[in-house]
């Protein structure tokens, strides 16, 4: 169980939208942390069903923030506009935690005073049942912006952040609504590195059809991800090359299936987009 404390070394926010049938163990993997000198807060996004009922449950050792339904970055912002840690941590609502990941990711940043954001290793479990991750979601410790390109190598449930680096790269994007981690991700990873605990301690959880990253066409939402941190200024000539290489070819993959379903129009809007960044890229 958390502290009662003014002042908690750790801010966890679990964001959720109509979870009540796991957000029980997520909460409860938090409340068994080792670790007990933090907060959390769990941010209900205007669920329907009966989260508010399970959240009543736990009393004076949560703070709960509800809010019209707005997704899950908005979601994510107002818990961390409400922390009381110079630590944030974030668990998706369908994830769980180990006991140890607290501890051993506070002990990690009081080793690594001028370290800004560190994540876990994760086990993956698909419908009740553990997956192996395919070589090409291994993730990387440091500088890890160009292997972040094609996909997204961060977790959110698995960081943990020292909260002053909101104020130099911004928070998620809440035009986006999905693929918002691998948005904040790039714009963190291109300039700062991106530290990695060996330490699998986090359980990730997924095949449910709720599940935000089965949605669709979310290369649509990489794309404008890249275009933005294209635009920033902020990236070196090789990371430029790299982002444009990536952003050209997400773009003709998008334009391919969109060709294939007839929306032609859409097609065109992505091939242009990629050949305005032709020369960039060579």
């Not at 068994?32 to 669920?47: K, M, N, P, R, T």
């Not at 699998?200 to 599940?211: A, C, M, N, V």
């Not at 933005?228 to 773009?251: H, N």
Request: net charge negative.
């Amino acid at each position: 169980m958390p502290i009662t404390s003014k002042n908690p070394a750790v801010s966890v926010i679990i964001p959720t939208y109509n979870r009540g049938w796991i957000l029980r163990e997520a909460i409860d993997s938090v409340l068994a942390q080792e670790y007990s000198d933090y907060e959390l807060i769990v941010v209900d996004d205007g669920s329907t069903d009966d989260t508010r009922e399970i959240l009543g449950f736990y009393g004076q050792d949560i703070t709960v923030l509800r809010q019209p339904n707005q997704g899950v970055s908005a979601a994510r912002n107002r818990g961390i506009a409400e922390t009381r840690a110079q630590l944030v941590a974030f668990l998706d609502s369908d994830d769980l935690w180990l006991p140890q990941k607290l501890t051993h990711q506070v002990a990690f940043f009081q080793s690594n005073p001028v370290a800004l954001i560190c994540q876990t290793e994760e086990t993956w479990v698909r419908n009740g049942v553990r997956v192996n991750p395919k070589k090409r979601h291994q993730k990387h410790s440091g500088m890890i912006f160009e292997p972040s390109l094609s996909l997204c190598l961060v977790s959110p449930s698995a960081v943990m952040i020292r909260k002053t680096l909101f104020d130099t790269v911004g928070l998620f994007d809440e035009r986006l609504p999905a693929c918002e981690d691998y948005d904040l991700w790039l714009r963190v990873s291109c300039r700062y590195p991106v530290f990695l605990l060996n330490d699998p301690l986090i359980i990730k959880r997924g095949g449910h059809e709720d599940q935000l990253s089965k949605a669709a066409g979310l290369d649509k939402y990489r794309i404008q991800a890249l275009t933005k941190i294209v635009k920033s200024g902020q990236l070196s000539e090789s990371q430029t090359r790299a982002a444009v290489q990536a952003l050209k070819e997400k773009c003709a993959i998008f334009s391919n299936g969109c060709h294939k379903r007839g929306r032609e129009d859409e097609a065109k809007y992505y091939e242009d987009l990629a050949e305005m960044y032709q020369e960039t890229g060579d």
